[in-house]
């Protein structure tokens, strides 16, 4: 259930029908969001739990805290945990709750933009382990989605831009006009409250009907094969890089392969590099090692018995999955990557 602003009352009585109420929260969003939160007056008291912000903080050890912090604070079956947070607090906080106790109740207050149009939605939780993404969690929904768009004024650009990658994936997986009418539109005002509305709807819509990603959830990944592969080897590397910017760079890959396993129109492919030119900053991959990027993507979760899997598009809103790519075409997708990243026509402005 998504919930905006005008739908306290409906939240407030959620609320109400649990024992106990936890808020889970970064320092980030205790220091920028809690207060907001606190305006709305929807609890009377609550136990506050904050962990560290950060993708490397994304793991079990987290999670024990949190489990601990539970107990430590007498949580029972009825108790409530109310996360605050980007999509590493949504993830974390989803996947401790679902398995404490065998499973209470959480609602997620997504912070950042990827957390509001994508991250909180759909009931993927889960945690990194041994430098693999989201390696270990379960399906499970939260009890509501609040969207409060004041919650993002205090949002970096960086954050909104990553945030905004996954809505142009949207237009790729989905439609031409959701691509073309908002998003070509050069530079995207990714607070758009209109833009983030419907970018949730196209979440909502897919996941719900494939809640455990058989088939046709399965689109949602477009972009996502080398994007995590690049997010795993930075981050493991010290090196700064958020999910949308790996995305970002994902579906420029996916767009080539694309072209050579399913026609895609080159056309699309060069507007992509415009629109990316347009929005986000230059991404320095030289010197990146393709082969352990290669050694990631085996272990991606889409594969099956050693193949490595794509999401491709045929044309705008016409995704196939489960696409078997031949490893030197990956080899090949990712220096193309890497050429357009340090292309002087692009860059040298
Ligand atoms: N479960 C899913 O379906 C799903 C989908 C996409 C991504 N994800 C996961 O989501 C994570 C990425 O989420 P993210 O991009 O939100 O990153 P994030 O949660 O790490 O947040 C990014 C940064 O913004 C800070 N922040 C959060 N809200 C803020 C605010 N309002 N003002 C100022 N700073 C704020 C955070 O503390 C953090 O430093 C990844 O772990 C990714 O795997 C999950």
Redesign the pocket.
């Known amino acids: 259930m998504i919930l905006y602003k005008n739908d306290i009352e409906k939240l407030r009585s959620l609320i109400a029908s649990h024992t106990k109420t936890f808020l889970l929260l ?1 320092e ?2 205790e220091k ?2 809690l207060q907001y939160f606190n305006s709305i007056e929807l609890l009377k008291s609550y136990t506050k739990i904050v962990i560290p ?3 490397q903080h ?1 793991n079990l050890g987290t999670v024990q805290d949190v489990w601990s912090q539970l107990i430590d604070n007498h949580a029972d079956r009825k108790s409530l945990l109310i996360n605050i ?5 949504t ?1 974390v906080g989803g996947f401790a709750a679902s398995c404490y106790q065998r499973g209470i109740d959480f609602i997620n207050v997504p ?2 933009l ?2 509001m149009i ?2 909180s939605v ?1 009931g ?2 889960g945690i990194d382990f041994q430098g693999l ?2 390696q270990i969690g379960v399906f499970s929904q939260p009890l509501a989605v609040v969207i409060l768009f004041e ?2 004024e ?2 970096s650009k960086r ?1 909104l831009l ?1 945030g905004l990658a996954e809505i142009i994936k949207y237009g790729f997986i989905v439609d031409k006009e959701f691509l073309t009418a908002k998003l070509l539109d050069n530079p995207v005002n990714p607070v758009d409250p209109v833009l983030i509305k419907k970018a949730i709807d196209v979440k909502n819509e897919i996941t719900r009907n494939d809640v455990n990603e058989k088939g046709l959830r399965k689109i949602l990944n477009f972009g996502h094969t080398i994007g995590h592969a690049l997010e795993t080897y930075l981050i493991d590397n010290h090196k700064e890089i ?3 910017e790996g995305v970002a760079m994902g579906m420029l890959s996916a767009l080539y392969l694309s072209e050579k396993y399913c026609g895609l129109n080159h056309q699309i492919t060069s507007d992509y590099k415009d629109l990316y030119a347009e929005n986000f900053n230059r991404f320095d991959l030289n010197g990146i090692p393709v082969e352990e990027l290669m050694e990631i993507m085996r272990h991606d979760k889409k594969n099956e018995g050693g193949d490595i899997r794509f999401v491709l598009i045929e044309d705008y809103g016409k995704p196939v999955y489960d696409v078997v790519v031949k490893p030197e075409d990956i080899v090949d997708s990712i220096n193309y990557l890497i050429d357009y990243q340090n292309d002087a026509n692009y860059w040298g402005k």
Request: charged share 25%; with cysteine.
């Open positions: 970064d980030n969003s920028f969001c912000s950060g993708e994304k947070g980007g999509g590493m607090v993830d912070t950042t990827l957390g994508d991250a759909g993927k939780t993404k989201n919650l993002l205090t949002l954050e990553s958020r999910h949308g």
